[in-house]
């Protein structure tokens, strides 16, 4: 079992920051997939951002250029900063974990991430 703890989440104006932060624990291994997802309402789940344990980076159209993807793996930390957000940025962000035999996703609780003026 893999656990999933996400904090960072909040209220901001159009274009201000947040980073939002995924601390994983439990069986953890050192070939992974982590990364984020979001869901808005009446939308479904959307791919954000995603980093490997080789290093590899993907983001979603939508936030290249604003959101950072980072990590920390002495933690198994996994980082979202959020730079020049927008309105349609608001959603509930999930922290996601893949690990082999890459059959099982892992989620996190969800933090609700509000850009209003």
């Known amino acids: 079992q893999v656990q999933l703890v996400e904090s960072g989440g909040g209220l901001v104006q159009p274009g201000g920051s947040l980073r939002l932060s995924c601390a994983a624990s439990?069986?953890?291994?050192?070939?992974?997939?982590m990364g984020w997802y979001r869901q808005a309402p009446g939308k479904q789940r959307e791919f954000v951002a995603r980093?490997?344990?080789?290093?590899?980076?993907n983001y979603a159209d939508s936030v290249k250029g604003r959101f950072t993807i980072s990590r920390d793996n002495a933690n198994n930390t996994v980082y979202l900063q959020m730079n020049s957000l927008k309105p349609e940025d608001t959603a509930v962000y999930y922290c996601?974990?893949?690990?082999?035999?890459?059959?099982?996703?892992?989620w996190g609780q969800g933090t609700q991430v509000t850009v209003s003026s």
């Open positions: 439990g069986s953890i291994f050192s070939t992974y997939f």
């Open positions: 996601h974990y893949k690990r082999p035999p890459w059959i099982r996703d892992y």
């Open positions: 980093i490997t344990s080789g290093g590899s980076i």
